[in-house]
């Protein structure tokens, strides 16, 4: 047991950060959910000059000492392009962040929360929402249900621990954003299939995959149709061409053409839906428990990748132009996506499971196309707000 007084240090340098993904790797080993990723991208996650989106925001990180012992984390930071958002989206001037918040000790807990609200107020945010880690994009919200089963390919995974330490410090929830579960080997119910069938016959709808031998083109055409689907949300803040380049660097070896689609309407595009096969039951088998795969480990990785077997999907990123999101045609569009697409992960993948998400708890059309494929919700996660 570390001894000695708790000293709460704010890091920058290249070791302390690996110590910082370190630690996290560390006290999660026992949970037999958690999936740790690749050490070197989440290092890369917290270092400026790796991750765009330190371009546009500030951030520190803080690691808990006893002694010489870390015993937590935790992460403070400020978006500039979240600043800028109305505030009826949920952010907007005076809005800073915390996030990446682990340790096994509540008192811990509640002194580096402490630290990263002080570093908000001093930066002279009015308001903190929290967690994020690091943006809205990556992993928002904090699990409090589902924790009996791990994530997904980029979503979050905490102990059920951190709720009550974080609601005692004054959080109060604003938001919930849910998964939704579904068995993609049963097929939609008639109404769905009808539906489908009917937007076949439409010769002014076009529902193709992607094309990957021109994946810069079809990388830029899902990113407009997402910075306009998505500009109306609460916690929307618009993606930078350097982040589109980055995410979609990562995320190459992840796509498959049979598993992303765009909708097109008189010929423009006007919808999407990405689809990825779950990384994370590959890594849990090969990344070991620092996030750093043996050379057989990353033999088996990279032929994963390649082929993916058995492989359960997420869809992570879904949209429709907002001209069209008030129509039946939004809908119809979002069907016949989710039915090619499920066929195909049934076929060239032997998928079995499906996960949508995460949407928000009142997105009153995402749940409703939710509800009608008969899926479930099997993760929340919380993003709460205080008043600094």
Same mark, same amino acid.
């Given at each position: 047991m570390a001894t000695g007084e708790l000293e709460i240090i704010p890091i920058s340098g290249k070791a302390e950060i690996e110590a910082f993904v370190d630690y996290c790797n560390r006290i999660n080993a026992s949970d037999p959910n958690y999936v740790p990723q690749l050490r070197g991208e989440d290092i890369g996650k917290f270092t400026p000059g790796k991750n765009p989106f330190h371009e546009h925001a500030r951030c520190q990180l803080f690691l808990a000492k006893r002694?010489?012992?870390?015993?937590?984390?935790?992460?403070?930071?400020?978006?500039?392009?979240?600043?800028?958002?109305?505030?009826?989206q949920g952010m907007g001037p005076g809005t800073g962040f915390w996030g990446a918040l682990e340790t096994e000790d509540a008192a811990v807990a509640k002194a580096l929360i402490a630290r990263a609200e002080e570093w908000l107020r001093g930066q002279g945010m009015t308001k903190v929402l929290a967690p994020m880690n690091l943006s809205v994009w990556e992993e928002p919200g904090l699990l409090v249900y589902g924790h009996d089963h791990p994530p997904m390919?980029?979503?979050?995974?905490?102990?059920?621990?951190?709720?009550?330490?974080?609601?005692?410090?004054?959080?109060?929830?604003?938001?919930?954003?849910?998964?939704?579960?579904?068995?993609?080997t049963k097929e939609f119910p008639p109404l769905i299939q009808r539906i489908v069938s009917s937007g076949e016959k439409n010769e002014r709808i076009k529902v193709r995959g992607v094309d990957l031998k021109q994946f810069g083109r079809e990388v830029k055409i899902i990113c407009d149709i997402l910075n306009d689907a998505w500009s109306d949300n609460w916690g929307f803040v618009p993606f930078t061409e350097s982040e589109i380049a980055y995410t979609a660097k990562a995320l190459k070896p992840l796509c498959k053409s049979d598993l992303i689609y765009i909708a097109e309407y008189d010929g423009e595009p006007v919808a999407f839906m990405m689809t990825l096969p779950d990384l994370n039951q590959a890594q849990k088998r090969t990344n070991g428990k620092q996030g750093k795969?043996?050379?057989? *480990?990353?033999?088996?990785?990279?032929?994963?990748? %390649?082929?993916?077997? !058995?492989?359960?999907?997420? +869809?992570?990123?879904?949209?429709?132009?907002?001209?069209?999101?008030?129509?039946?045609?939004?809908?119809?569009?979002?069907?016949?996506m989710i039915e090619y697409i499920r066929r195909n992960a049934v076929k060239n993948y032997n998928a079995k499971r499906g996960e949508i998400g995460w949407i928000l708890?009142?997105?009153? *059309?995402?749940?409703?196309?939710?509800?009608?494929? %008969?899926?479930?919700? !099997?993760?929340?996660?919380? +993003?709460?707000?205080?008043k600094l």
């Open positions: 002694g010489q012992e870390i015993v937590g984390r935790i992460s403070a930071h400020i978006d500039e392009l979240a600043l800028t958002i109305p505030a009826e390919v980029m979503m979050g995974h905490q102990n059920a621990r951190y709720q009550p330490w974080i609601e005692g410090e004054g959080y109060g929830l604003v938001k919930r954003l849910n998964t939704y579960d579904l068995d993609v795969p043996s050379p057989l *480990g990353w033999i088996k990785l990279l032929m994963w990748l %390649n082929k993916p077997k !058995n492989a359960d999907m997420r +869809v992570p990123l879904m949209g429709v132009v907002k001209r069209l999101q008030s129509s039946r045609m939004a809908s119809q569009l979002a069907f016949m708890e009142d997105n009153q *059309g995402m749940v409703a196309i939710a509800d009608a494929i %008969n899926s479930k919700i !099997n993760k929340t996660y919380n +993003v709460y707000e205080k």
